[in-house]
């Protein structure tokens, strides 16, 4: 254990112990990641999602740590099944913005997902197994979908809107003129 002594040699009480091992803990926790321990960790033998689109049963067996946006979410008698367009993970592990998509996935847990919940456009992250493969239809197209069958996941919270000030093209904005009840003899209001 750690002795605090003060500038006079004398033992520092132990509520100042307290206080400063409360504000480092504090700081360390602040600087943990919203993922869970086993979504952070790359799986740097797992396959892309392009690999797999190619040859689908190839794969079967393999561990992936995939992302991406909600399609939707289908609630089954064995659990739930997510429909995702696949994005690229960040440092972070959550799926970027920007970009193109690389194609779709579907997601397989055992519990019951809330569709109220994990709404389309959310963002999710999760690792899991691949299993066999599920052909379906968008529009007339078949489209072949790997499926995961999840052992972890994580939905983000959304992402903070970005708001621009509103442009004024006023060299007073954004001050304002000394009334705001007075219009600017310049501007054609």
């Known amino acids: ?7 006079g040699g004398e033992l520092l009480s ?4 307290r206080a ?13 990641s919203p993922l869970p321990k086993s979504l952070q960790q790359d799986l ?24 991406g946006v909600i399609i ?24 970027t913005v920007t970009g193109a998509a690389l194609g779709r996935f579907i997601a397989h847990t055992r519990e019951f997902l809330d569709p109220l919940i994990y709404t389309a456009d ?7 197994t691949l299993s066999a493969p599920s052909s379906r239809e968008i529009g007339n197209f078949l489209y072949t979908y790997p499926v995961v069958a999840t052992e972890a996941l994580h939905l983000w919270s959304p992402r903070p809107i970005r708001r621009d000030p509103p442009y004024w093209d006023d060299p007073w904005y954004p001050w304002g003129y000394p009334y705001p009840w ?6 054609p209001y």
């Open 1 to 7: 254990m750690f002795t605090f002594i003060g500038q």
């Open 14 to 17: 132990t509520t100042l112990r």
């Open 20 to 32: 400063v091992l409360a504000v480092v803990l504090s700081s360390l926790a602040g600087c943990a």
């Open 44 to 67: 740097p033998q797992a396959p892309d999602l392009h690999t797999v689109l190619r040859v689908p049963p190839a794969h079967i067996g393999e561990r992936v740590r995939w992302g």
């Open 72 to 95: 939707k979410v289908e609630n089954l008698a064995t659990g739930s099944q997510v429909e995702i367009l696949a994005r690229p993970l960040d440092a972070a592990g959550r799926p």
């Open 122 to 128: 959310s963002e999710i992250t999760l690792t899991g």
């Open 182 to 187: 007075w219009r600017h003899p310049y501007h």
